[in-house]
C-alpha cells in the first residue's frame, strides 16, 4: 500500500461544488483584491477565534512581523521566542529590528518552557512570541502572567493550530495578537499563500491594515511606509469554504492521532506526544521521537510510507542567524528534538486502511532497528 504524507488534491475532490461555486462567484463579481470576500472571511473567522478584529495578509511571517511592529518592536529590542520552531517565528522578529532570544520547550509538549522564560528577561525585552507547535496549544496563562508583570506584549504564532483550544478557549485569541498561516498544508489552508492576523486590539488592527496596504487607508494618501501584502479575493472565498469544515476536519486528525496513541503506546523506545489535559489539539502534525530517526524513516519509507522531518536545523544552527554566534550545544533540548522527531501521515483525508497499514508496518518492523 502507498500512503503519502498528504494528499492535496483530496481537498478539491471532496470540496469541489462549494469550491467552485466560490470561483465562479469571483470571477463574475470582479474583484480580485480587498473586496467583498476578504471582507467575509475576516468577520467569520474573527467570530470563529472568538476576537474583535481579524486582518487578511499575504502570509503567516508579514502577519507576525506586522503585529511585532504594530505592538512597537523595534532596532535594538529583543523578543523571546522558542528555540524549538520553525525559523519564520524567528524571522519576524528579525523583520521588525528585533533580535530573537531563544527559550528552550517543554521536552514533553515541545512547545517554549513557561518556566524558562523569565530567565531571558532582560531591559531591552519587548514581547514573548508562544508557538502552538504541531497543533498544540502552548501553555499561554503562566506566559501571559509573566509578560503582564514585566510589561510586555504576547504574540500567538497560530500557524499550525486553527481551532485548538487552550482552557476551552480557541487559539488565536489568547493574547495581545496572533498570527495564521494559511500555506495549502495547514489545517486551514488555501490553495496558495495567505496570512492573517487576530487581535481585540483596535489599535493593533488598524496599524496591521496599514502595514499590508502600503500604509494606506485611502489611495495614494500613505501615513507611514508600507507594504503590499494582501490575501486576495479569491484565497479568501476559499478560506471561506474551508473554514465551514476546518472543526470536522481536524475531528478527523484527532480520531487518527488517537489510533497511533492507543497502538504504539507500548513500544519501547518511541516516544509519542504527550497531551495535557487542559489542551485539544488539532494534531497539524503526529510527530514521534526515536534515537534512530534516520533508520526509522528508511524503514517506512521502504514499506511505501511517506514521512517528513520539522525541522532538521533548528533556528540559532541556521547560517540565517550565524551571526548571533550561537554554537551547537546552546540549546539542547531543541537539538535533541531536531535530531530524534519524525512526521508521520495524519491528513484529513488518510483512509482507515492507509491508517491501519501505518499503524501495522511501524509496530512489526520497529524492533529490527
Not at 76 to 102: K, M
Not at 246 to 269: F, M, P, T
Request: aromatic fraction near 10%; charged fraction near 20%; glycine fraction near 8%.
Amino acid at each position: 500500500m502507498h500512503v503519502p504524507f498528504l494528499i492535496f488534491s483530496s481537498v478539491y475532490d471532496e470540496l469541489k461544488p462549494e469550491l467552485d461555486e466560490a470561483y465562479f462567484r469571483v470571477m463574475k463579481g470582479a474583484w480580485y483584491i480587498l473586496g467583498p470576500e476578504v471582507e467575509s472571511f475576516e468577520q467569520e473567522y474573527a467570530e470563529y477565534c472568538g476576537v474583535k478584529h481579524c486582518v487578511a495578509v499575504g502570509n503567516c511571517l508579514d502577519a507576525l512581523h506586522f503585529i511585532l511592529r504594530a505592538v512597537g518592536v523595534g532596532n535594538g529590542d529583543e523578543v523571546i521566542v522558542p528555540s524549538n520552531t520553525y525559523i519564520a517565528s524567528w524571522l519576524a522578529v528579525s523583520h521588525a529590528g528585533g533580535t530573537p532570544v531563544p527559550v528552550e520547550p517543554s521536552e514533553h509538549t515541545y512547545n517554549i518552557d513557561p518556566a524558562r522564560i523569565e530567565a531571558a528577561i532582560t531591559p531591552r525585552t519587548k514581547a514573548i512570541m508562544a508557538v502552538h507547535l504541531y497543533g498544540q496549544p502552548a501553555d499561554m496563562d503562566p506566559i501571559n502572567e509573566i509578560a503582564s508583570r514585566y510589561g510586555l506584549q504576547v504574540v500567538e504564532d497560530n500557524a499550525q493550530a486553527q481551532g485548538a483550544r487552550y482552557h476551552g478557549r480557541r487559539t488565536g485569541g489568547l493574547a495581545d495578537a496572533a498570527g495564521h498561516s494559511f500555506y495549502p498544508g495547514k489545517n486551514l489552508g488555501a490553495f496558495g499563500d495567505g496570512g492573517a492576523i487576530t487581535t481585540n486590539d483596535d489599535s493593533v488592527a488598524a496599524k496591521v491594515r496599514l502595514f499590508r496596504n502600503y500604509g494606506s487607508q485611502v489611495k495614494y494618501h500613505n501615513k507611514i511606509q508600507g507594504y503590499n501584502s494582501r490575501l486576495d479575493e479569491l484565497q479568501a472565498a476559499f478560506l471561506r469554504v474551508r473554514l465551514r469544515h476546518l472543526d470536522e476536519w481536524n475531528q478527523r486528525r484527532s480520531v487518527v492521532a488517537q489510533n497511533y496513541l492507543a497502538a504504539w503506546s507500548d513500544i519501547a523506545g518511541l516516544t509519542l506526544p504527550q497531551i495535557p489535559a487542559w489542551v485539544q489539539p488539532v494534531w497539524h502534525l503526529f510527530v514521534i521521537r526515536h534515537p534512530k530517526r534516520e533508520q526509522l524513516q528508511k524503514l517506512l519509507s521502504h514499506n511505501d510510507i511517506g514521512t517528513l522531518i520539522h525541522y532538521p536545523v533548528p533556528p540559532h544552527l541556521s547560517g540565517a542567524y550565524s551571526d548571533l554566534n550561537f554554537e551547537p550545544g546552546d540549546y539542547p533540548v531543541a537539538e535533541s528534538l531536531a535530531n530524534s522527531l519524525l512526521s508521520v501521515p495524519i491528513g484529513p483525508h488518510l483512509s482507515d486502511a492507509e491508517r491501519a497499514y501505518v499503524t501495522k508496518t511501524l509496530r512489526e518492523n520497529i524492533s529490527a532497528l
